[in-house]
């Protein structure tokens, strides 16, 4: 970094006279990149309204950053590897909708590849708005606007997704996340003795 970005600096941590140098952090709720954690927040009131069988099409619009990490590649509508898969907003989207929520599982190879869940993505759009640019990084502004088969159409808004410092998650959703991951991996028992490490990890 010195060598080829900024010369030589010194550095330093953030410096608090109580001690604590991490003053504010935000959690993902869903196992998926960080700017499609709105959007899987939206699925329950997607469906709430309309059945994936009659969705025409999904309009996004959000700021750059999401655009850009997730959204403004071809490759993001035809992923071919969990890493693509992770990144592809079209993808995770898709998927939250047809099974109601996504977890490790939902990267298989098979649902990669699955046809019906390619047709779903086609039909989703993305665009970079820049007056939502604007409002980032206070807000982390989208909206989701859903065009029926039946001819209807409705939008849906989010700014602030489950586990941001402005929405936090509780610990019920920390503990359910934690629940559906360790699960896969681990016994009850291992799972428990987490949960008490954790507990009491000021003490450490």
């Known amino acids: ?112 590849h699955d046809s019906e869940l390619r047709s779903l993505m086609q039909r989703i759009s993305i665009e970079h708005n820049p007056e939502f640019t604007e409002r980032f990084p206070e807000e982390l502004f989208s909206r989701l606007t859903v065009s029926t088969r039946s001819g209807q159409t409705f939008a849906l808004e989010g700014t602030y997704p489950k586990g941001h410092v402005r929405n936090p998650a509780s610990e019920a959703d920390i503990d359910a996340k934690f629940e559906t991951l360790a699960a896969e991996v681990m016994s009850p028992e291992r799972r428990g003795a987490i949960r008490a490490a954790v507990a009491q990890i000021d003490q450490c």
């Open 1 to 112: 970094l010195w060598e080829r970005v900024t010369g030589p600096f010194e550095f330093r941590l953030p410096y608090r006279s109580d001690g604590f140098v991490l003053e504010e952090t935000s959690l993902k709720v869903h196992p998926a990149e960080y700017h499609s954690q709105v959007f899987l927040d939206l699925v329950p009131s997607i469906l709430e309204r309309v059945s994936v069988a009659d969705i025409a099409s999904i309009r996004i619009e959000t700021y750059w950053l999401c655009y850009s990490e997730i959204g403004s590649e071809p490759a993001k509508w035809e992923p071919d590897s969990r890493e693509t898969a992770d990144h592809s907003l079209p993808f995770i989207l898709a998927i939250g909708l047809r099974d109601g929520s996504l977890g490790l599982s939902s990267f298989s190879d098979s649902n990669l």
